[in-house]
């Protein structure tokens, strides 16, 4: 079995599977288009993964930018994510390592991280 080290460093096809699993009712989304409007919005979000979250907003997001600590993880969404290639830009970075200096955004989310 391997360790959350290895999933993040190796194996990013199988964690994506696996979390495609997690809301197979589609909560997440029916929550965010209850509480948020991503219309037109500069989002950005800490722990990527593959994309799965950011799949739910991307193509409403005026702008996306990603921040994940694997960049085989960040490999895998680019491809999840590559019908949005002028809007989301990507940037291996560890959330325990982060300096500030970001631009504002409209909207923040963080995930596993």
């Known amino acids: 079995m391997p360790t959350m080290q290895e999933i993040y460093l190796q194996h990013a096809v199988q964690y994506d599977e696996l979390v495609r699993h997690e809301d197979y009712q589609g909560n997440l989304r029916k929550a965010f288009d209850s509480l948020l409007d991503f219309r037109g919005k500069k989002v950005i979000e800490f722990g990527t993964g593959t994309g799965r979250v950011t799949e739910l907003y991307a193509s409403d997001a005026g702008s996306v930018i990603c921040f994940e600590r694997s960049a085989h993880m ?21 959330n325990l390592t982060f300096m500030p ?13």
């Open 74 to 94: 960040i490999e895998k969404a680019q491809e999840n994510l590559s019908r949005f290639p002028n809007k989301i830009s990507f940037h291996q970075q560890d």
């Open 101 to 113: 200096g970001l631009d504002p955004a409209d909207i923040v989310i963080e995930g596993w991280s």
